[in-house]
C-alpha cells in the first residue's frame, strides 16, 4: 500500500476515533505507521502482523534449510508480508 492509500487509511481510522466509534487502542491497531529511519516508510498496522513474531520464532528454535522454512511460509503468505 502506498503513501496515499495510508495517509486515507490513517485520517478514516481518526474520523473514527472523533466521532467515539473506535477507542484509543482500536485506533492505534488499525493506523499505519511510519518510523523516521527504518528501512520501509510505512508498516501494516498491528493487526495484519499479529503473531508474526511468535511464528518466526518458533521456526528459529527448529533446524530448517531456506526451502523448509519458505515452504512453511508459503500458505500462510508471511513472506510477501514484511515485519
Same mark, same amino acid.
Given at each position: 500500500?502506498?503513501?496515499?492509500?495510508?495517509?486515507?487509511?490513517?485520517?478514516?481510522?481518526?474520523?473514527? /476515533?472523533?466521532?467515539?466509534?473506535?477507542?484509543? /487502542?482500536?485506533?492505534?491497531?488499525?493506523?499505519?505507521?511510519?518510523?523516521?529511519?527504518?528501512?520501509? *516508510?510505512?508498516?501494516?498496522?498491528?493487526?495484519?502482523?499479529?503473531?508474526?513474531?511468535?511464528? *518466526?520464532? *518458533?521456526?528459529?528454535?527448529?533446524?530448517?534449510?531456506?526451502?523448509?522454512?519458505?515452504?512453511?511460509?508459503?500458505? @500462510?503468505?508471511?513472506?510477501? @508480508? /514484511?515485519?
Amino acid at each position: 500500500m502506498g503513501h496515499v492509500q495510508s495517509t486515507v487509511w490513517n485520517e478514516v481510522i481518526d474520523h473514527f /476515533r472523533e466521532e467515539d466509534l473506535i477507542s484509543n /487502542r482500536e485506533r492505534d491497531y488499525l493506523k499505519f505507521s511510519r518510523f523516521d529511519g527504518f528501512s520501509q *516508510a510505512i508498516y501494516l498496522p498491528v493487526f495484519q502482523t499479529a503473531g508474526v513474531v511468535e511464528v *518466526a520464532l *518458533a521456526l528459529l528454535k527448529r533446524p530448517m534449510d531456506d526451502s523448509q522454512i519458505r515452504a512453511y511460509l508459503k500458505p @500462510c503468505n508471511y513472506e510477501n @508480508c /514484511r515485519v
